[in-house]
């Protein structure tokens, strides 16, 4: 069929519509034009972002200075990665986050507490970093996060984390984040992550940041909604659309959830919490209890449990941690003694041999070893870094003594 001139300058027009609002200065616009688009034209010389300061969104150049410029109107005013926050200027107190005068008295009379484009804090906390360091040429990541050789996070239009990031090309795999860069449940090889969303390992997340301590959300081992949801909390259940956990069904009680259509006798059973999930449900109800009545210090055991109910990567017992698999029986002899490793301590290593035999080393604890040995065609071994889950992050080096920290 031969479409009309008409029909194809239409969409041609559509790739960036303009949607008039009553009362702003410029037009809302729906357009095609995404983070991704500009980080993708980037190179080892000229980096890109999505610019949303202008009626129109364009990919600028990252600036090669820093970004010192006030933001008045907040974070519009500041350029893809940076935040709008207060700081003191001049008198050395630059680094120093303020809200009101009185906090940068100490660097003079004079230093005043004013609205600034800065690096977001979350960088340097060793967990979260931001997604835009990953592809700027800012003086502040040259040689660190924007120089990655194997991996750089998709960002989505605000700079954040998209849900789901892949590494390893296509024999590699697809995991969950957090949209500041922290790990999630959810993962799948390449191949097999093509309705892998995120959306409930996501919505786990935030709302444990924001307060919830018992979240009983069941995730898949992809990272979506499992059709039964159920908040023990406020004792409700309902039916959720895997990939986005809309209503799918009416919110009922919880003693009816036997009467919901997404339930099944022979895959839920009688109880909607699974054995690790239960236990630890068990453990923050009481906890929240004795906190609630004036207890400042409760111990209690330390249980792992992931987002579909199952146990997590590793089990302590007499102060010595032992890496597990989703049923709690321990994955070979690995282990730890947890003082000074508990944020150190993931098993991927452990783990992944469980799931997929690898044959990259590990650590005695579980972990990776993050210089890895290889022989090449010349019988000459040869190294290369790896990053927390086994995947590389440098090319072949001939140095035994090489820092994985310098690479990103």
């Not at 890895?372 to 001939?398: H, R, T």
């Amino acid at each position: 069929m031969v479409q009309h001139p008409v029909q194809v300058f239409w969409g041609f027009l559509c790739l960036i519509c303009v949607k008039l609002t009553v009362g702003e200065t410029c037009p809302t616009l729906i357009t095609s034009l995404h983070q991704k688009n500009c980080t993708d034209k980037s190179d080892n010389r000229t980096a890109y972002y999505l610019d949303k300061t202008s009626c129109i969104p364009r990919c600028s150049i990252y600036p090669t200075e820093v970004q010192t410029r006030t933001c008045p109107n907040g974070v519009s005013d500041c350029i893809t990665g940076f935040n709008c926050e207060g700081r003191c200027s001049g008198g050395g107190g630059e680094d120093f986050a303020c809200e009101k005068q009185a906090d940068c008295i100490q660097f003079g009379p004079r230093v005043q507490c004013g609205k600034y484009c800065v690096l977001p804090a979350s960088v340097d906390d060793g967990q979260s970093v931001s997604c835009m360091a990953y592809h700027s040429n800012l003086p502040e990541y040259v040689n660190s996060y924007w120089t990655a050789q194997k991996f750089k996070p998709v960002c989505d239009d605000d700079g954040n984390w998209m849900p789901k990031q892949c590494k390893g090309g296509l024999q590699g795999r697809c995991m969950c984040y957090s949209s500041t860069g922290v790990r999630l449940f959810g993962e799948a090889k390449y191949k097999e992550a093509s309705n892998m969303t995120c959306a409930c390992s996501r919505k786990k997340a935030d709302l444990e940041a924001a307060g919830r301590n018992a979240v009983t959300l069941h995730c898949d081992s992809l990272g979506n909604f499992e059709r039964l949801q159920c908040d023990i909390e406020k004792s409700l259940c309902w039916c959720a659309e895997p990939f986005t956990g809309d209503l799918t069904a009416p919110i009922v009680p919880f003693a009816a959830m036997a009467k919901l259509p997404c339930y099944s006798q022979g895959t839920v059973g009688s109880q909607y919490l699974r054995q690790c999930g239960s236990k630890k449900f068990a453990i923050t109800m009481v906890t929240s209890k004795l906190k609630g009545h004036g207890v400042v210090t409760v111990q209690s055991d330390s249980l792992l449990c992931q987002s579909d109910g199952s146990y997590g990567a590793y089990m302590v017992q007499s102060g010595i941690a032992y890496c597990t698999w989703r049923d709690n029986s321990k994955i070979g002899t690995w282990q730890a003694n947890l003082a000074g490793m508990t944020d150190k301590l993931t098993c991927n290593c452990a783990r992944d041999y469980k799931r997929y035999e690898h044959s990259l080393s590990c650590e005695g604890t579980g972990n990776y070893v993050l210089l890895q040995q290889v022989i090449d065609e010349n019988n000459q071994k040869q190294y290369y870094c790896v990053d927390d889950y086994g995947f590389a992050k440098s090319g072949l080096l001939s140095d035994s003594t090489t820092d994985c920290s310098l690479f990103y």
